[in-house]
């Protein structure tokens, strides 16, 4: 782990991250030492750090750090935290603020390969993310929505919980984002009152056609196919939502192949 | 500071706190090394870690770890932070997880005198709170709505920003708890979707009849008296908002009184 550029393993307790999620993380994918969509995780965490009105990040800096940690990474987990830095107990920022920076690498989860294949089970949770146009898209720090949601099953035959907000729109996994296909279309949520604009749905968005739009369980169980995607999962289909079943389909198999490629294409690229 | 009950500066990294704002906290006016109203901060904890499904609290070491803190504290502020501890990464809580918990002790903040009898200036913010029923009365971690509303502004003359939620009701302070009084009856917003249920706050409606309902921005301009309440400031009338005055009235003085009667009480009964 590297706080700062030094191998630490705590942080301040008067950090900002600490006393009140006060930033923003990643979770990237790295893949023989090669960092996935690393441009797409920077640029995120630019847009989102202003949003924030965070103070002003040195890219060049981490990307440095970033490849001294991922050189003999092999195959893992980039976690990178970005928080407001120490400062002042209250919610005011103080002036002349130093960002904090966090970089870890993580075992790379080992996910069944029925998961691609097949697709996984998901159930519908109870909590509901809440609006917040001023917080949404966002990937801060600010997670007890989903932890509480990721808290209401502990069924390990049940890999994802779907979540719908306030207005019971269906909007996303607890840590993916979700997509659904009907008759050749495919349709994610909107993400303008809540959720988390994934690196991956923003890929995906690249690949194809994609209808943003409100939608419901309804909905989605009249659905041809669904799929839920993350950085460090991929895209898997789904195939059971509460008891209905579903088949992985021609979108999701072709989106599956096409993101494996633009790894593989990355990988090879940061090689040469 | 006690991290544990050990002294420490620093937090694990890994710690849920600083992953996910994973956690609670409590501030505490602490007179004359007597923690005011502490019951009803640990009875709120308390409260507030069985909504968030938090490992059991050992609450006679927190106790002890209080009474040893603030034992020579003077006039301070305490801070209690429980977070669900150190553990995995994703939103899943480990099994047997072990909370954390870090004391802290901070100057007391130095509140000009006017601010009690003249009343403070208040704006109010363009960031709204979300909704969130699973999340709503709770003081946890996750504050980047009151950081990013308290950043508004810079101008010291104004001490207090006022937030209303998503669908424009008035819901409180960005630190503190709001109340308005008309035609002799006192008012404050219901915390069903938002907000934070201070301690002051549930002080208050102990004392005299409070209507906890919907009320607009247009209600608080016809307000014969307003005032804002937390821990650390106790209860500050407001004498202007957006460049309309305000009186510091009767009902408000009345509270003042009775607070600072309260106080007094616990710390003489404390010194015996």
């Known amino acids: 782990m590297l706080v700062n550029g030094e191998q630490f393993k705590t942080i301040a307790i008067m950090d900002r991250g600490f006393q009140y999620g006060d930033g923003l ?3 990237i994918e790295v893949r023989q030492n090669t960092p996935i969509f690393l441009e797409q995780h920077l640029q995120r965490l630019n847009n989102d ?10 890219f060049d800096l981490l990307r440095s750090e970033i490849s001294e940690l991922c050189q003999n990474a092999g195959n893992a987990v980039l976690k990178i935290i970005v928080t407001r830095g120490e400062g002042g107990r209250g919610y005011r920022q103080p002036e002349n603020i130093e960002p904090t920076r966090v970089l870890s690498l ?17 159930r519908v949770c109870n ?12 990937k801060h720090l600010n997670r007890l929505e989903q932890v509480l949601a990721r808290a209401e099953w502990k069924d390990t035959a049940i ?12 909007i996303e996994g607890t840590m993916t984002n979700l997509f659904y296909a009907k008759n050749g279309e495919l349709f994610t949520a909107s993400l303008n009152l809540c959720g988390i604009a994934g690196i991956l749905r923003g890929w995906i968005s690249e690949q194809m056609r994609v209808n943003e739009q409100d939608f419901f369980l309804d909905d989605l169980r009249e659905a041809d196919e669904i799929f839920v995607c993350n950085s460090i999962m991929g895209i898997c289909g789904v ?20 993101l494996e490629s633009a790894k593989q294409k990355q990988v090879s690229y940061a090689i040469k």
């Open 25 to 27: 993380f990643e979770t």
């Open 49 to 58: 750090s202003q949003r924030l009105l965070l103070p002003k990040l040195d």
């Open 106 to 122: 993580h075992p790379f989860p080992d996910y069944p390969k029925n998961y691609y294949t097949d697709g996984i089970v998901a």
């Open 127 to 138: 909590a509901r993310l809440g609006l917040n146009p001023t917080l949404s898209g966002m």
């Open 159 to 170: 890999q994802e919980g779907i979540m719908l907000d306030f207005n019971e729109r269906v």
């Open 239 to 258: 195939r059971q939502i509460e008891n209905q079943n579903f088949t992985v389909g021609e979108i999701t198999k072709k989106l599956q192949f096409a």
